[in-house]
């Protein structure tokens, strides 16, 4: 509960910050693959995967959560066009 009241708090912090967009937008990323990867072992650990296949499924899940951010991005700039298709 206290992880997720600072996660609250750093957001709200940044959403009123005049940061410039894209150092929030980085912001959001991380935090959002930061909390995904936490996640994820956080669930593995709790159905009794072992530790280092929940690390590894943790940071695999992070970094997806990452790139999904990242075509997020990509399909929202004016002319952007996919290399590759869902």
Request: glycine residues 6%; aromatic residues 8%.
């Amino acid at each position: 509960m206290v992880l997720a009241g600072l996660k609250r708090a750093l957001v709200e912090f940044f959403d009123s910050s005049d940061m410039h967009d894209s150092k929030k937008s980085n912001f959001k990323r991380a935090t959002t693959a930061v909390w995904g990867c936490a996640a994820i072992n956080d669930l593995l650990l709790a159905m009794s995967a072992s530790n280092p296949v929940s690390l590894l499924a943790g940071v695999v899940g992070g970094i997806w959560l990452w790139n999904q951010d990242l075509d997020e991005k990509i399909e929202d700039k004016p002319g952007a066009s996919r290399v590759y298709t869902h």
